[in-house]
């Protein structure tokens, strides 16, 4: 199985969200000490984050629990960095890009990655259900050996349901759990599940790169009404399949998984 990243969302019943479009969303981000691409992905975030400012969605950032405090590096601390938002009281779901160019700032000479664009925003009349969590236990903050066996257990707070991701790049994305073998079904309150959940079949640290080590990114999806993923499995995809969600139907734990030779 691939290397895996998990995803625990808790999610109650959505209530109505409210829209808004906004127009000319623009973020920036200086091309210093990383790549074009990685630029244009921060100033696409900065561009996203306007659009929230402009649909005056409060910019208090709630920092998502992590179960490690493991420094995630390149383009999945971006990634990371995302989900650090998702607790604002507000989201872009949908999103077109209007302009995407470098410039070259006069008053510091340096080259900037631009991305304006126009966007769909959404905004939650609901906050976190401070009654409804996940405990993730097993998990090691000090990584896997490439093609070591990964086991954890999943203990909720409340009834819920259970969905696993597996982030890869920035692009991709795996659903891990529920899969052909492992069935998807309604946890209860205080029950404690542990992963793999049948014999058979083993969760596997992979790595895909020739690095010498991999910083990857473990995401939890629990909810509290069952919340099917469908279609192709993208980064953009499970991002606003999240932010669709209203605060009090889902809880966000997200763990970094470093995999090393």
Known sequence: MHRIIILLICLTTAGQLLSQEVKGAEGRWPIVNITPEQARENALEEAKKDALRKAGVPESIKAVRTLS???????????????????????????????????????????????????TVKKYHSVADPEFKINVQGLRSNGYKDGEKITFSVHPNKEGYLKIFLFETMDTATQVFPNNYERDRRLNAKETLHFPTV???????????????????????????????????????????????????????????????
Not at 219 to 225: G, I, R, S
Not at 240 to 248: F, G
């Open 69 to 119: 405090t493991v420094e995630v590096a390149g383009e999945n601390r971006d990634l990371y960095s995302q989900f650090a938002s998702i607790e604002m009281q507000g989201a872009v779901t949908n999103y077109s890009i209007i302009r995407d160019e470098q410039l070259k700032e006069p008053l510091d000479g340096q080259f900037y990655a631009v991305v304006t664009i126009n966007a």
């Open 199 to 261: 014999d058979g079949i083993n969760y596997t640290a992979e790595k895909s790169t020739t690095a010498t080590q991999e910083h990857n990114l473990l995401l939890f999806v629990y909810t509290k009404a069952d919340m099917p993923f469908y279609g192709a499995t993208t980064r953009e995809r499970v991002l606003s399949w999240i932010n669709n969600m209203e605060p009090d139907g889902r809880e966000v734990v997200i763990a970094p998984l470093l995999i090393t030779e």
